[in-house]
């Protein structure tokens, strides 16, 4: 969505938006603008359109609850709830925090977290780095890795600051919404002995089928109760199940879209490097760059029908998606090369 005429974007992957500010057709777009695989997990696709007409059934649920678990390696001890996309289960968080309405967000990160916890009447505060201390029923949100800088923290320190929480009453949540491209980095494996901890997974971004909405949260079940209360029956359709299923089974796939996702975004930083970018960081499915006009940067690719994605909060701040193939790789080093010196 375009905010303003200063080009102010709410969020990525809105080509709506920049067709009707500088035309062109979708198909002549390249849409850098979210990080999200380009590569489609390919589903067999006559299974999920057969299943539109059917309401999902508990087979269903059980079937891709199980898949999730072996691919997002989660402790036997932990639950699991499926929702509509992860972005339902960002607005659901303020349910977890109790009478103690206090969140702090280790930022800047993705926004929808802060507007979540405000709407929902919580005194919430961005902060840049990882508090030392916490007062009684303090909330802590982290994204490992962050959007939009990659930032990553170790699995370690997340335990020990789950610990330093869980002593005052207070909640960890995690949302590892990139996480898909290196699994080492997730606290999963330790959840278990995190009582007060609660995973945020994607599934769209790195199968590259965000309209199929679909986002898990890991837990305990005190936890993930309240979360599937609130859902309640049928919060996932069918074919999501379904081709959520497929694809969280298919383990060699995600083994392989692992390193050729590495390998595009070793490319990416070689197109970035030749044409004097900064990059600041990012993960395999994004990278972002500082560039002190990045606003007319982004309007100068945009006049060319590239779409990058800028920020309300630092006007030098541009991100960029992966290109999914040479091709496209090359008409964004072109593009950047035309734009760089006019």
């Given at each position: 969505m375009v905010a303003s005429d200063d080009n102010i974007m709410m969020h990525g992957g809105d080509l709506s938006a920049a067709m009707n500010r500088y035309g062109g057709t979708r198909e002549?777009?390249?849409?850098l603008?979210?990080?999200?695989n380009h590569v489609s997990y390919p589903f067999d696709r006559d299974s999920a359109l057969d299943s539109i007409g059917c309401l999902p059934t508990q087979a269903d649920l059980v079937d891709c609850l199980a898949a999730a678990r072996v691919a997002y390696n989660v402790p036997d001890e932990v639950s699991i709830v499926a929702s509509s996309g992860t972005q339902s289960l960002i607005q659901s968080m303020p349910v977890l925090l109790g009478t103690n309405q206090s969140?702090?967000?280790?930022?800047?990160?993705y926004s929808e977290h802060q507007r979540a916890m405000a709407r929902a009447g919580v005194d919430v505060a961005m902060v840049n780095e990882v508090p030392k201390e916490f007062f009684p029923g303090d909330c802590l949100l982290v994204c490992n890795p962050n959007n939009p800088d990659g930032r990553t923290l170790e699995a370690e320190l997340l335990v020990e600051l789950a610990s330093k929480l869980h002593r005052q009453r207070g909640l960890l949540i995690v949302d590892e919404a990139?996480?898909?491209v290196n699994p080492q980095l997730s606290v999963m494996p330790h959840l278990a002995?995190?009582?007060n901890c609660v995973i945020l997974r994607s599934f769209g971004k790195f199968f590259g089928l965000s309209g199929i909405r679909l986002g898990f949260l890991m837990g305990h079940e005190v936890q993930i109760s309240k979360i599937r209360d609130m859902l309640g029956p049928w919060a996932v359709s069918t074919p999501?199940?379904?081709v959520g299923t497929q694809a969280l089974s298919d383990l060699e796939w995600q083994k392989s879209q692992r390193e050729k996702l590495q390998a595009q975004a070793e490319l990416m930083d070689k197109v970035l490097d030749k044409r004097g970018l900064y990059t600041a960081g990012g993960t395999s499915l994004f990278r972002l760059v500082i560039k002190e006009d990045a606003r007319d940067l982004h309007r100068k690719l945009a006049e060319m029908h590239i779409w990058s994605r800028i920020f309300d909060y630092r006007s030098d701040y541009i991100r960029f998606g992966i290109p999914i193939d040479q091709k496209a790789m090359n008409r964004f080093d072109e593009a950047l090369g035309k734009v760089m010196y006019r």
């Open positions: 002549g777009w390249l849409d603008s979210a990080g999200i969140c702090l967000i280790l930022g800047p990160t990139f996480a898909d002995e995190m009582p999501a199940l379904r």
